[in-house]
């Protein structure tokens, strides 16, 4: 350090000192502002309870199960099942059989790319009423051309949740694809919910237009030997145990008390200030004397 900053230093220490000592009952104002706060934080730290939540069992859940609003009278009538390419007739094939184990009501939308499907949907009613896009990634040439054995597909759904009307009403509605974990991390689980809670993989049926896709592709590859599969397995998904852990609602506490001491500390600090300034004002102590010559 510089020697003549160091020296700055050490006046500007000095003359704090000074203003201090003058001003005595600010001084013990400020150290028991200080130890009351210090004291109450310590006392909150001591009878705040510790308590022990856990451990979490999940249930399993049923991936064939069909949502609530696809069979709902009033919502089911006016859903649509989107699928690209329409000029493929295997595509064609796969997509009503699908449609079939949803709900035979629904009207089927084919469309030649993914882009003519995206200017259908971005008027707000289309949107609403498409339930998913079954998009397969492959260059059928022909319209006869067979689906190859390893088959690439994605789906795509609306973002206006279906199955959580009340969401959509008071929350913004997302799959939440641009996280790979929680913006907030949890020290317990995400959710207690047995089907995952948001953003609803379970509730929003897209793990159930998922397995009947794929149960439709497994019949026009395999016939009778996957309905005969279909007839004696059932296909679950569960979530993982989570073992018990503390919930310390100290830190909740001093999440908002220690930001109010700070405030109230420098607050104080600040006050001091301003009333050593309107002192030095009213008496003049900083004007500068102008010399006429």
Not at 231 to 240: H, I, L, M
Request: glycine content about 4%; hydrophobic content about 45%; some cysteine.
């Amino acid at each position: 350090m510089d020697f003549s900053v160091s020296k700055k230093f050490m006046v500007l220490l000095w003359k704090n000192f000074i203003l201090k000592r003058r001003r005595c009952i600010a001084l013990v104002v400020e150290m028991v502002f200080t130890f009351v706060f210090s004291a109450a934080l310590l006392t909150t730290r001591f009878v705040t309870v510790i308590k022990r939540t856990g451990p979490f069992n999940f249930s399993p859940q049923p991936v064939n199960e069909v949502p609530f609003y696809i069979t709902d009278d009033l919502i089911s009538p006016s859903l649509e099942l989107a699928y690209v390419p329409s000029r493929s007739t295997v595509v064609q094939g796969i997509v009503e059989r699908v449609k079939m184990e949803i709900n035979p009501q629904m009207e089927v939308l084919g469309f030649s790319s993914e882009e003519e499907f995206e200017d259908y949907v971005k008027q707000k009613k289309n949107s609403e009423n498409v339930l998913a896009a079954i998009v397969f990634d492959h260059d059928f040439k022909n319209s006869d051309d067979p689906l190859p054995l390893k088959v690439k597909y994605y789906l795509r759904f609306s973002n206006d949740k279906k199955g959580n009307m009340l969401y959509n009403i008071y929350g913004k509605s997302s799959w939440f694809t641009n996280f790979l974990f929680p913006s907030f991390p949890s020290v317990g689980p995400r959710n207690n919910d047995d089907n995952g809670g948001s953003p609803g993989y379970i509730s929003e049926g897209f793990l159930f237009v998922q397995h009947a896709l794929d149960k439709a592709i497994m019949r026009y590859h395999s016939g009778q030997a996957a309905e005969t599969l279909f007839s004696n397995v059932g296909v679950f998904v569960q979530r993982f145990p989570y073992p018990s852990y503390y919930h310390d609602f100290f830190f909740m506490f001093s999440g908002i008390f220690i930001p109010l001491v700070l405030v109230c500390i420098f607050f104080l600090n600040h006050l001091t200030l301003v009333q050593s300034l309107v002192w030095e004002k009213e008496n003049r102590l900083k004007v500068t004397p102008l010399f006429l010559w």
